[in-house]
């Protein structure tokens, strides 16, 4: 069985492996030059060596442990899962809100939500094998990658040359430097998704989009749940208005949420985990059978050997310029490594540009790269662009239209009037700078916003759009509406009286 093997050892898990790191598998024979070796087997590589094979080139994708990376393994796909049922479990509990009444109590089973996840993750993970890369060209290496010159890198006794390579090696849970923690011990997004047993109290340090979407899950599936974080709020990067409505939602849900708090230290107790927290000068203790860490990450760039290909790097990752190449220029790095921007679809994005860049002379530059993200709490909070505090720290004068969802038919209808879309504008321009949208399905709407943005549509545009009734996605009309009537200047009212008026 191999070391790689995912917990707990059953069906679904055994599948998994068999695809993102088969324990028969036998490296090929390097090919005498490889036009893209990727490093890394999440989303960056695999992207970089497939497009590099698509082209006609010779490819080489190394992965020193699963295929598909965090996403498939220990990210978006586990989590979605757990996100999707503890949605479930929510909704039955307030079904009687809509006239639906459940007899008796809802109960989770939590062996069968880990099974489900499971089983769709083994399921997804044939679209990351390493049979099916292979099977589009791509020279798959199992094994560990260390640079021995700047164009040759080794992996279990193979030395491969190579004209180009990106580094996408990802990064993983970061390790608060807290007295005792070590000792207690600590869950992250590696480890948390390996659970078949729910913990009946759990202690989730970090208010970021990881530690906000596992604690309500978590809350959902029947867990009480607290919340530490460092900063004066939860969510510190969105919109504050953003953050306030998932407080508030996490609040009525029964989440202990702690912000201005610092764990001073932990410690076992008689009954669990201890955390001693600090705030405003006090401290109090909290108590759990389980702590998630999800306060931030670091890149994965030990063991690689990075000096001898001439690669700078430091605390955020590979030291890359605005066209995402290392200060080697045969070698480009993308994905969470890179220290941009930590999403799926950003690594998949700058993969796309690496390989632009490294073959036809492109000029993709990852300052230009429009990210839209969603934190997929419920309500969920999509943001694309600048937040008003960013614009205002660049020094842009920006107009701000808003709309609630508590006026729009559809969110009325749902019961899901607790949300709200914003967008900032260039003053005076409506030529839009960022978007946030706040609601049940504010990551399928922020698209919309995005399609303007990288189009360069102005957002008046958005009142010309036919959207579908009754929808969420009204409140961007809403928007483009309000915009519009902005531009009706009193000489612009004059103007339209008089020719109403005149043809009577």
Same mark, same amino acid.
């Given at each position: 069985?191999?070391?790689?093997?995912?917990?707990?050892?059953?069906?679904? *898990?055994?599948?998994?492996?068999?695809?993102?790191?088969?324990?028969?598998?036998?490296?090929?024979?390097?090919?005498?030059?490889? =036009?893209?070796?990727?490093?890394?087997?999440?989303?960056?590589?695999?992207?970089?060596?497939?497009?590099?094979?698509?082209?006609?080139?010779?490819?080489?994708?190394?992965?020193?442990?699963?295929?598909?990376?965090?996403?498939?393994?220990?990210?978006?796909?586990?989590?979605?899962?757990?996100?999707?049922?503890?949605?479930?479990?929510?909704?039955?509990?307030?079904?009687?809100?809509?006239?639906?009444?459940?007899?008796?109590?809802?109960?989770?089973?939590?062996?069968?939500?880990?099974?489900?996840?499971?089983?769709?993750?083994?399921?997804?993970?044939?679209?990351?094998?390493?049979?099916?890369?292979?099977?589009?060209?791509?020279?798959?290496?199992?094994?560990?990658?260390?640079?021995?010159?700047?164009?040759?890198?080794?992996?279990?006794? =193979?030395?491969?040359?190579?004209?180009?390579?990106?580094?996408?090696?990802?990064?993983?849970?970061?390790?608060?430097?807290?007295?005792?923690?070590?000792?207690?011990?600590?869950?992250? *997004?590696?480890?948390?998704?390996?659970?078949?047993?729910?913990?009946?109290?759990?202690?989730?340090?970090?208010?970021?989009?990881?530690?906000?979407?596992?604690?309500?899950?978590?809350r959902r599936f029947g867990s009480r749940v607290t919340l530490i974080?460092?900063?004066?709020?939860i969510l510190p990067r969105d919109e504050p208005d953003a953050s306030?409505?998932?407080?508030?939602?996490?609040?009525?849900?029964?989440?202990?949420?702690?912000?201005?708090?610092?764990?001073?230290?932990?410690?076992?107790?008689?009954?669990?985990?201890?955390?001693?927290?600090?705030?405003?000068?006090?401290?109090?203790?909290?108590?759990?059978?389980?702590?998630?860490?999800?306060?931030?990450?670091?890149?994965?760039?030990?063991?690689?050997?990075?000096?001898?290909?001439?690669?700078?790097?430091?605390?955020?990752?590979?030291?890359?310029?605005?066209?995402?190449?290392?200060?080697?220029?045969?070698?480009?790095?993308?994905?969470?490594?890179?220290?941009?921007?930590?999403?799926?679809?950003?690594?998949?994005?700058?993969?796309?540009?690496?390989?632009?860049?490294?073959?036809?002379?492109?000029?993709?530059?990852?300052?230009?790269?429009?990210?839209? =993200?969603?934190?997929?709490?419920?309500?969920?909070?999509?943001?694309?662009?600048?937040?008003?505090?960013?614009?205002?720290?660049?020094?842009?004068?920006?107009?701000?239209?808003?709309?609630?969802?508590?006026?729009?038919?559809?969110?009325?209808?749902?019961?899901?009037?607790?949300?709200?879309?914003?967008? =900032?504008?260039?003053?005076?321009?409506?030529?839009?700078?960022?978007?946030?949208?706040?609601?049940?399905?504010?990551?399928?709407?922020?698209?919309?916003?995005?399609?303007?943005?990288?189009?360069?549509?102005?957002?008046?545009?958005?009142?010309?759009?036919?959207?579908?009734?009754?929808?969420?996605?009204?409140?961007?009309?809403?928007?483009?509406?309000?915009?519009?009537?902005?531009?009706?200047?009193p000489r612009v009212a004059r103007l339209l009286k008089f020719i109403?008026?005149?043809?009577?």
């Amino acid at each position: 069985m191999s070391s790689a093997m995912p917990a707990p050892d059953d069906e679904f *898990n055994r599948e998994l492996l068999r695809h993102a790191h088969p324990p028969e598998w036998k490296n090929p024979a390097p090919r005498a030059k490889y =036009h893209m070796a990727a490093i890394g087997g999440g989303t960056a590589g695999i992207i970089s060596a497939l497009a590099t094979a698509g082209l006609g080139g010779n490819a080489a994708l190394i992965e020193r442990h699963l295929l598909g990376g965090d996403c498939l393994n220990y990210g978006c796909v586990p989590s979605k899962a757990l996100i999707r049922a503890a949605r479930a479990a929510y909704e039955v509990s307030r079904a009687a809100d809509f006239g639906v009444r459940v007899e008796g109590e809802v109960r989770v089973d939590f062996g069968e939500v880990m099974r489900r996840m499971r089983r769709l993750r083994s399921h997804i993970s044939h679209h990351d094998s390493a049979e099916r890369f292979t099977s589009l060209g791509v020279d798959v290496f199992l094994g560990e990658a260390r640079f021995t010159s700047s164009d040759r890198v080794q992996v279990t006794g =193979h030395e491969l040359r190579f004209t180009r390579c990106v580094i996408a090696t990802g990064g993983r849970a970061a390790h608060p430097a807290i007295e005792g923690l070590e000792q207690v011990g600590f869950l992250t *997004n590696e480890t948390v998704f390996s659970l078949t047993e729910l913990p009946s109290r759990l202690i989730v340090l970090g208010g970021g989009p990881i530690g906000c979407e596992l604690a309500q899950a978590f809350r959902r599936f029947g867990s009480r749940v607290t919340l530490i974080q460092r900063r004066p709020r939860i969510l510190p990067r969105d919109e504050p208005d953003a953050s306030a409505v998932v407080t508030q939602q996490f609040e009525r849900e029964g989440i202990d949420v702690l912000v201005n708090a610092a764990v001073v230290r932990a410690q076992r107790s008689a009954t669990g985990k201890r955390l001693v927290v600090r705030r405003g000068g006090e401290e109090t203790a909290c108590e759990a059978d389980e702590i998630l860490v999800a306060a931030g990450r670091t890149p994965n760039v030990e063991g690689l050997d990075l000096d001898a290909a001439g690669v700078s790097y430091n605390e955020r990752g590979i030291v890359v310029d605005d066209r995402l190449r290392s200060t080697n220029p045969r070698i480009f790095a993308a994905g969470d490594v890179a220290g941009s921007y930590q999403f799926t679809h950003a690594a998949d994005a700058m993969a796309r540009a690496c390989v632009q860049n490294a073959f036809f002379f492109g000029r993709k530059k990852l300052s230009r790269l429009l990210v839209p =993200h969603t934190t997929y709490t419920d309500p969920e909070v999509a943001h694309v662009g600048l937040t008003a505090a960013e614009a205002e720290k660049r020094g842009i004068a920006i107009d701000t239209y808003r709309e609630n969802l508590s006026g729009v038919d559809r969110a009325i209808l749902d019961g899901d009037e607790e949300g709200f879309a914003v967008v =900032h504008c260039r003053k005076g321009t409506g030529r839009i700078v960022g978007a946030t949208i706040v609601g049940r399905h504010a990551g399928d709407m922020i698209g919309e916003m995005a399609v303007m943005m990288s189009s360069g549509l102005k957002l008046g545009a958005l009142a010309g759009v036919i959207h579908c009734y009754p929808t969420q996605v009204e409140v961007l009309k809403r928007i483009g509406d309000q915009f519009q009537r902005g531009r009706l200047t009193p000489r612009v009212a004059r103007l339209l009286k008089f020719i109403l008026t005149s043809r009577r």
